[in-house]
T-cell receptor
Framework: NAGVTQTPKFRVLKTGQSMTLLCAQD?????MYWYRQDPGMGLRLIHY???????AKGEVPDGYNVSRLKKQNFLLGLESAAPSQTSVYFC?????????????FGPGTRLTVT | AQSVAQPEDQVNVAEGNPLTVKCTYS??????LFWYVQYPNRGLQFLLK??????LVKGSYGFEAEFNKSQTSFHLKKPSALVSDSALYFC?????????????FGTGTRLTIIP
């Protein structure tokens, strides 16, 4: 039981490049989330999904897109990376709603945009 | 709107002493409250939550938190600190009266236990 895994662990991008971050969970959770963590700002929700084939915007969705084609996977895409997107990205999943159920977090992806 | 504040960026406690990490919240309705811990280079881990019921909530690793509605607080406590408790702690809140699935996290408190 691997829990929540994220690929890659580190990435450096040039401004304007694109990339996709992959999140996978093996706990059969319905809900999945993408957060970014920046110093002094806590975690901020980018996008989330309440089930396979669904996505919704969080607090800071601009510049990101997501897809949930399979229940176990949640992809986060950056179409044209900007230095402001330099951050640590965390994926999480939960059995029920985030506000009621505990979330399980992946180890994070450290992204630097130059 | 929902918000949460962790007034201390850094808390230092001697090993064996009791520890408290403070959290206050603001919601329109009833709060759902959480504590998570983050060890270096790791994702967050769930410690405990308050949804309803007893104001004193017990969680993992000997931690507990007390929900105080009049003071809108949910402070994290442990009777005797261990060096291994050193980590970054996040409080989070959701307003139960609204239908969104979003948790709002605090900015975190770095807890350092001094041997």
């Amino acid at each position: 039981n691997a829990g929540v895994t994220q690929t890659p662990k580190f990435r450096v991008l040039k401004t304007g490049q694109s990339m996709t971050l992959l999140c996978a969970q093996d706990m059969n959770h319905e809900y999945m989330y993408w957060y970014r963590q920046d110093p002094g700002m806590g975690l901020r929700l980018i996008h989330y999904s309440v089930g396979e084939g669904t996505t919704a915007k969080g607090e800071v969705p601009d510049g990101y897109n997501v897809s949930r084609l399979k229940k176990q996977n949640f992809l986060l895409g950056l179409e044209s990376a900007a230095p402001s997107q330099t951050s640590v990205y965390f994926c999480a999943s939960s059995y029920g709603l985030a506000g009621v159920s505990e979330q399980y977090f992946g180890p994070g992806t450290r992204l630097t945009v130059t | 709107a929902q918000s949460v504040a962790q007034p201390e960026d850094q808390v230092n406690v001697a090993e064996g002493n009791p520890l408290t990490v403070k959290c206050t919240y603001s919601v329109s309705g009833n709060p759902y409250l959480f504590w998570y811990v983050q060890y270096p280079n790791r994702g967050l881990q769930f410690l405990l939550k308050y949804i309803t019921g007893d104001n004193l909530v017990k969680g993992s690793y000997g931690f507990e938190a007390e929900f105080n509605k009049s003071q809108t607080s949910f402070h994290l406590k442990k009777p005797s600190a261990l060096v291994s408790d050193s980590a970054l702690y996040f409080c989070a809140v959701r307003d139960a009266n609204f239908g969104n699935e979003k948790l709002t996290f605090g900015t975190g408190t770095r807890l350092t236990i001094i041997p």
